[in-house]
């Protein structure tokens, strides 16, 4: 039991999740140093916020037994005094019914068209569905401040059948598998890379963290129309087998995390993080623009971009205490929330499954470090 409910916990944590802004880069030549790139954020950002706000809607109606009452009396008196009729008329004030309202705001085939080859968080998937074979509803609801009458009860009778039909798919074993495997992915995920710094911190008593957001620019034309990205699946995994070299062949890194994202109007995009032993290499912060610069001029020859680049030491005092040089970073366990959600989490919502897994980490750091003995020994 206490395994299940430390599930439910984690769960109903993972539903709270803000959801990680996605940047582009754009220019009218990306690989010209002498025109500007411009740093946006483009509409991948409105419809990832769109999916969590429909998944979230979705979840509530779903999870809720209530009566849903789209409906409400409207009096037309005479004179201000005496009440002379009543009608009918839509009412979406209610939770409920302002859930359903948020859960039809989207379009299923422009999402599809930002994020192609990309699955989606289930109650979103069940959504979609819903929307397509629901089309004339969702239209209706464009309008529904002026339905009244018979056409007020039509228009609410159609919502209590999507309200129908949402908990009996929603609750359906399909749907449920779908959602406990998408949780467990998550909850496996989060565990092991926890486990795998967690050794790493005890293991290396000096650690030098660097946090690196390494994506690329995209082309613009005169017109203000985004051209796809040159680069492919294949290249940018080489580009970031590179950068991988590079870090190992100057610095001890100790370990690191990596996820994969994509998206049609930013292209590729790498969160990484690396964690370097300060015992046997000092290592700073100017070590930063060393990196960025690597993948931007080196590595992607020109087409590589980077941002928000965070790096800190960790120094244990002694009894497992760590001190912080700096201020960005309090302690080991305030950066594994910052690697949760933007590593080991960001695929909550949507993740692109196309091209083999999207998130990896480095060799066990135990064995690493009986390695590295080993070759010292050698030595």
């Avoid at 709270?16 to 411009?38: H, I, K, M, N, Y």
């Avoid at 068209?113 to 289930?122: A, D, M, T, V």
């Avoid at 309008?143 to 609410?156: E, I, P, Q, R, T």
């Avoid at 890194?253 to 032993?277: C, Q």
Wanted: aromatic share 10%; glycine share 6%; with cysteine.
């Amino acid at each position: 039991m206490r395994g299940a409910a430390r599930f439910k916990a984690y769960e109903e944590k993972l539903w709270e999740l803000p959801f990680v802004p996605r940047l582009s880069f754009v220019s009218l030549d990306p690989l010209d140093e002498q025109l500007a790139t411009r740093q946006m954020l483009s509409d991948e950002d409105d419809v990832l916020l769109k999916i969590k706000l429909v998944s979230t809607a979705v979840k509530s109606i779903v999870e809720s037994t209530e009566e849903v009452s789209f409906l409400k009396d409207r009096s037309f008196r005479n004179g201000g005094i005496r009440v002379q009729w009543t009608e009918k008329i839509i009412d979406l004030s209610t939770e409920q019914a302002s859930c359903l309202v948020k859960a039809f705001d989207f379009d299923p085939d422009e999402v599809r068209r930002l994020f192609p080859g990309h699955s989606f968080n289930p109650y979103f998937e069940l959504m979609c569905i819903v929307v397509t074979k629901l089309r004339r509803v969702r239209a209706s609801l464009l309008w529904w401040n002026v339905f009244s009458g018979d056409a007020a009860l039509k228009l609410a009778s159609r919502l209590r059948k999507v309200v129908k039909i949402l908990r009996a798919k929603g609750l359906d074993a399909k749907v449920q598998q779908a959602l406990d495997k998408w949780r467990t992915r998550m909850r496996g995920r989060t565990y092991s890379s926890r486990r795998y710094v967690d050794k790493i911190f005890a293991l290396y008593p000096d650690l030098f963290s660097i946090r690196l957001n390494l994506n690329y620019c995209m082309q613009m034309t005169e017109d203000g129309r985004l051209l796809e990205s040159p680069i492919g699946l294949p290249q940018a995994k080489a580009h970031l087998a590179k950068l991988d070299r590079f870090m190992r062949d100057r610095f001890p890194v100790a370990g690191h995390l990596y996820w994969r994202e994509y998206g049609l109007m930013s292209g590729y995009h790498f969160r990484v993080l690396y964690l370097v032993n300060g015992l046997i290499k000092e290592v700073d912060h100017s070590v930063l623009p060393l990196l960025e610069e690597q993948w931007r001029k080196v590595i992607t020859q020109g087409r590589g971009r980077h941002y928000n680049s965070h790096s800190a030491r960790y120094r244990q005092q002694g009894g497992g205490q760590f001190h912080e040089d700096d201020a960005r970073e309090s302690e080991p366990s305030r950066l594994m929330n910052e690697v949760e959600r933007h590593i080991t989490q960001a695929d909550f919502w949507a993740f692109h499954k196309k091209g083999g897994k999207c998130f990896g980490r480095g060799q066990e750091p135990l064995a690493l470090f009986e390695a590295m003995q080993g070759k010292a020994r050698k030595a």
